[in-house]
């Protein structure tokens, strides 16, 4: 009898019924939208942030005193502490393998270099590196990375120099000084080592590359006498924004809250995994780039649940609206409904079966034409449409039959506790 009287109440009157489902479906909608980007705005901004370079610095934990002049590293080659290259692969073994976009060694070395045939040459700076690198990983995967990785966004006229041939790129600072381009010859010595390469590119970075050669790792290692040795490490990876949680001390931590900690992708916990495979190093963040990006993407996904808090909050005020006009025309059907003996708690029922009837409706239609929603602010944000996500239609289903009961809330308690007499009087 009472599901009769609900599908009977349901089919008579379907202007205000259309009006609070319509209410419903758009405030779903924009709730799926923004979850649906929300959830995957974390990953898409950090992949972006990854191609503007790398977040951490690893160096040897017993490294001397760098001396820098212009970000530019003058220690003698045979001072400091060097790393071993052979245990670069250990960093895709670690918890967050996954999260290790790219890592580029680095090993500077001052040199004297002389373009073609010129008998005078510069006291320049020598960088070593990978641009697209292949690495054995200890499980016998293979992983290509180096700057290509970690900074995607250099500029290179002509093209990138080969790992492994002798060749380099120039700076485009000291090509213009030195009048080198594409094709041109230089020859490179430190001490009795010498090596000549061609250029194959120039390189704009905005840094210290733009007054440097920037040539294959190999090359440095011979020229500095250091086989198989890097003295930097740059490491672009995925990582979690800091918290409050992420700042803690992990000795200071319960068993379950390390456990917790370990198992998120925060710059600190990577960093110690990282320390963990490659003994004798020191792991620093790069403060602007991580501080920068834990702003940004605290600020974007604030952004998102306030849009999605406001949305519901619309569709709830304007449930109640439709509601509170619904109660004043079914009055005399309330007044009816006590005079033969419904009970406050039957009247409520009857109502609020209504009001998630509705929601049902609505939160189905919200959920459709949020997920069409989300995929045009993705495409248009990212460029790629989010992931959809199943388990996101309970939960919308479920906010729909909340928002409709709290928006009804007040309207039903009134239904409820109407007193027939005076109603039914018309009074």
Known sequence: MFLRIVSDSFTRKPRRKILTAAALALGMAVATATLEVSLDVGD??????RSLGANLLVTPASDTLPLEIGGVDYRPVDAGAYLPESDLGKLKTIFWRNNIVGFAPLLDVPVNVAAGNAAKSSREQLIGTWYSHTVTI????RFVTGVSA????????GRWFSDGAEEAVAGAGLAQRLGLRAGSSVKIGAGERARTVTITGIVSTGGREDNAVLAP?????????????????????????A???SQRDPATMTPVEYDRWYCSPYISSISLQMRQQLPGVDVRAIRQVAEGEGRILTRVGGLMWLVTIAALFAAAL???????????????EIGLMKALGASHRAVGAFFAAEQLLLAFVGGV???AIGVVLARVLGIGIFGIAPTLRWIL???????????????????????????????????
């Open 243 to 245: 918290d409050s949680f």
């Open 44 to 49: 898409r901004l950090a992949r972006e942030f």
């Open 365 to 367: 239609l919200g959920y």
């Open 217 to 241: 790792l190999e090359i440095a290692q011979d020229l500095a006498g250091r086989p198989g040795q890097y003295r930097r490490l740059l490491v672009s990876a995925l990582t979690k924004p």
């Open 318 to 332: 304007a449930v109640g609206a439709t509601s509170a006009t619904t109660v004043l025309e079914r009055r005399s």
């Open 138 to 141: 200890p499980d016998g995967s």
């Open 150 to 157: 970690t900074d995607p966004w250099w500029r290179v006229e």
């Open 393 to 427: 239609f309970p939960v919308v289903l479920a906010l729909a039959a909340i928002v409709a009961l709290l928006g009804s809330l007040a309207p039903l308690a009134r239904a409820s506790h109407a007193d027939p007499a005076p109603v039914l009087r018309g009074e």
